[in-house]
């Protein structure tokens, strides 16, 4: 946290460098009512703050083996009691006083996270399970230190504030996204907004800071906790773009919300994600092919449930998608769901064939019927002829009747197309088999020969 350098005069004059706690306690502060429900007077009230003030000013740590549960809970009730005197404040707060709030809240805020319970967890966690958080038993504490910044952050004016929010405490602000405790993250969230909303000089700063964030995600580590949460905040920063959007909003796009969707932890902050997307493509429909071709360029092989994900994804993509693009991306973005209607796994199949409910998909599907049916009505009847699953089948069976009525034509067509091929792939195979069976039988053939007929060996004769 920075000082500040422009103080005033009156308050911050060569004569009173040796200026305390009780005379910046002293200037322009509200009286509180005592316990007994008089009003206490200015200068026990004073007295009050300075104690507080003074035991708040060390590192209060849960995990110090030399303080007693009891004194942990003092701890939180002089934290609890600063917050209740910050909120009755009726008049701005010095600048002496925020210095020394500043403090407080960086020796209670910034301190060495613990490494995570399960290392591994973060990146390669179950499909069908959530991610386990760990609450940190100072939470009872961080709460009050995140209500006592929050308020502050709302409540002074961000001209005077940022020589205490400066660029070091905004970057160690957001490495607390790493906490594995999901209170903690929430309360970061809402403050590191907050912080955004109203320090406007500060935007760039931050977003290329969370840009870093993301991005040292996917290229180097993919184990961060707090992905979701950073999302979050960018579905709110992008939903006040305007439009035309700028270059630089594009390439974050481009850059760091589409190569989110490669990492193995896609499934923790999925909905945030596809949230940011889709402000995107609302915004400027033309981006919509540059997102469909970016997840196709990233889609799973093994994960079926990330393939779950990205299908839905994709489906709410082509409703926001520019027409234009529609015969464009038909014949890539049917293939696609056609490799996953043939998926071994039922799930995957099954909402891969609920696709074809939705009237959008069906009417961009349309403006490529001639390149899109011979590859939708093969992965139809190998579904109907080789999947294990009898609902699968049954869907199949649905969505083949539908493409006929759309096309009988067409898909009578392709399905002849089809059995040719196939037809003359048997051939080719048959072919195949039979010109290896020659090479088998003039090798027994040659073998034989040399059997019955040994080489004679050469004498040498003197």
Partial sequence: MASHRNQTPTTFSPKKNSITLQNLFEQDLPTFPC??????????????????????????????PSE??????????????????IKSSKKPLSYGVLEHLASIISLNLFRPLPAPANPSALADWPDDEDPISTFSPMWSRLQIVYEILLRLVMTTDPNVLKE????PFLLKLLSLFQSEDTRERESLKNVYHKIYSKFTGERSFM???????????????????????????????INGFTVPL?????????????????TKGLQMYHRQLAYCVSQFVQKEPMLGGIVVRGILRYWPLTNCQKEILLIGQLEDLVENLDPNHYRNLALPLCTQITKCINSWNSQVA???????????????????????????????????????????????ESVKLMLEDMDPVLYSKSLQD?????????????KRRQRWQMIDEMAATKTQFLNLNPPQSLCVSN
């Fill in 207 to 237: 977003r290329k800071s969370m840009n870093d964030v993301l991005l040292n995600y996917v290229f180097e580590t993919e184990k961060h906790a707090g992905i979701a949460e950073l999302l979050e905040i960018w579905g709110t920063i």
């Fill in 350 to 396: 099954e909402r891969a064939l609920y696709v074809w409910n939705n009237e959008q998909f069906v009417r961009m599907a349309s403006t490529a019927m001639v390149e899109v049916f011979p590859v939708i009505v093969q992965g139809m009847e190998m579904n109907l002829r080789w999947h294990w699953s009898k609902s699968v089948r049954q869907l199949t």
């Fill in 35 to 64: 316990s007994n429900g008089n009003v206490s007077s200015p200068k026990s009230v004073n007295e009050d703050i300075l104690s507080v003030i003074s035991y708040c000013s060390s590192v209060l740590t849960s995990v110090d």
């Fill in 164 to 167: 205490y929010i400066d660029h």
């Fill in 418 to 430: 089809m059995e040719a091929r196939e037809s003359a792939s048997r051939e080719k195979d048959l």
């Fill in 68 to 85: 007693s549960p009891s004194q942990q809970d003092f701890k939180r009730i002089q934290l609890s009691k600063l917050l209740a005197i």
């Fill in 246 to 262: 700028k270059e630089e909003h594009k390439l974050f796009l481009m850059r760091v919300l589409i190569s989110l969707h490669k």
